[in-house]
């Protein structure tokens, strides 16, 4: 899951430290902190190791003159790390966060469009000394921001951004967001006065002394559909394709993976496209031999977890 920090201007270590704390459940397997000498920029992560377990896979992360704080996983990086090679970029590590600086540094913000993946993060540039900022196209994973006295924080989570408020309090219009809860999802409205939530599918570049980001929405989905065959047995044969190739793409960890079982025909279907993944050979795609997990979730006092008791009993 991993959880992000960042502020520009810098933070004081103690208090920057404390608020990346507040998010250590994202990120149980370490953190790290980075301040630039011109003390412009504080960038902060709480990691959970999924590629490349080495300390080469920390962040933040430095390619360049550019550093990163990044949640989430590029899943075809495999794919873009090679097309990066043969233009000469070299690597260190293992990892997807190492592809996203070195495809910042050949195609900018056009790089979004290589990317199939979830993420949220934020990289600055040394030399120009800007902030770009980018989440994944349908907003999976999170990104608050605010500005605070002249200042810009931003984070994984709401309350790691409290610290650096005057006062947490609710949103003037909380009521109204508390009763349309699934209506401000796909809005920049948050229940806390003065945060506010990153737009999906889109970028920014950082102005600090105009208080302002300069967001710009690089997905629509209108935009990018495919083509559908004609005939159903071409139809049935492209979603086989495409939903095999997500199940497999899914699967690149360095470290054991699982499902979520409801039952149901979506998450069946997809367990069983991962066993027949696991029994092919996939070399150089960094597939999981270890899938072999699965997870179901139950309720107390359900029908379901009462019968589960009984034949326990």
């Not at 002394?209 to 997905?219: D, F, G, P, S, T």
């Not at 979520?260 to 998450?267: K, P, T, V």
């Not at 899938?291 to 019968?307: G, I, S």
Request: hydrophobic share 40%; aromatic share 14%.
């Amino acid at each position: 899951m991993c959880g992000i920090l960042g502020s520009l201007p810098f933070t004081d270590s103690n208090h920057f430290l404390s608020a990346l704390n507040s998010i250590a459940h994202r990120g149980p397997d370490g953190y790290g902190i980075w301040q630039d000498e011109s003390q412009k920029i504080t960038l902060g992560h709480r990691r959970l190791s999924i590629l490349d377990l080495s300390e080469l896979g920390k962040q933040p992360m430095h390619y360049g003159n550019y550093a990163i704080t990044f949640n989430g996983e590029i899943y075809n990086f495999i794919e873009v790390k090679k097309e990066l090679e043969l233009k000469g970029h070299i690597f260190i590590s293992d990892s997807d966060t190492e592809v996203i600086l070195a495809a910042y540094q050949e195609w900018k913000e056009k790089c979004l469009l290589k990317f199939n993946g979830m993420w949220a993060f934020a990289i600055w540039d040394k030399i120009n000394q800007q902030l770009f900022i980018s989440r994944d196209r349908f907003g999976v994973k999170p990104f608050y921001y605010a500005f605070v006295n002249g200042k810009f924080v931003f984070a994984s989570e709401m309350k790691a951004l409290f610290s650096f408020l005057p006062e947490v309090r609710p949103a003037d219009n909380f009521n109204e967001l508390k009763n349309n809860i699934f209506g401000y999802e796909h809005t920049d409205q948050c229940i806390i006065h003065g945060i506010k939530r990153f737009p999906a599918g889109s970028y920014a570049f950082l102005e600090l002394e105009r208080q302002q980001l300069n967001i710009v929405k690089y997905w629509n989905t209108k935009e990018h559909l495919i083509q559908v065959p004609k005939r159903y047995e071409e139809q049935v044969e492209q979603f086989r394709e495409i939903f095999i190739d997500a199940c497999k793409i899914r699967m690149r960890s360095d470290v054991p993976i699982g499902t979520a079982l409801s039952g149901g025909l979506d998450s069946s279907a997809i367990i069983s496209t991962m066993a027949y993944i696991g029994r092919e050979q996939h070399s150089g795609q960094r597939v999981s031999k270890d899938w072999q997990h699965a997870f179901v979730a139950t309720f107390p006092d359900t029908f379901l977890t009462k019968n589960i008791m009984r034949k326990r009993w």
